[in-house]
């Protein structure tokens, strides 16, 4: 099912990747979606954490900065054994939220070596 979540992810233009870093977990999400494809000036991450899908605790707007490549890139923490839910908008009601089922990344704690 993680398979199918990704390649239909990659196919709207919504790329994750986990990074390890010594100070903690972040998630840098990359966003060429719909609102991207309709040269929206400005695109914001709708982020919140959660235990499951459904439940969003911690909700924030995040602008996101375009990229050389020219997709729009955030980089966020990433909270060991929770779900991060986004959806992407452009501050005036317009929506990418996967057809009502958001886009979710859920992590792992992973060992220290």
Known sequence: ??????????????IFSPINTPSGNQLTIKYKGLLKESEEPQIYARVGYGYDYYTWKEIQDIAMTPTQNQDMEITIPLIDNQITHVAFHNGEGIWDNNNGMDYHFKSRIRPQW
């Open 1 to 14: 099912m993680e398979q199918e979540f990704k390649d239909g992810y990659i196919k709207n233009g919504v």
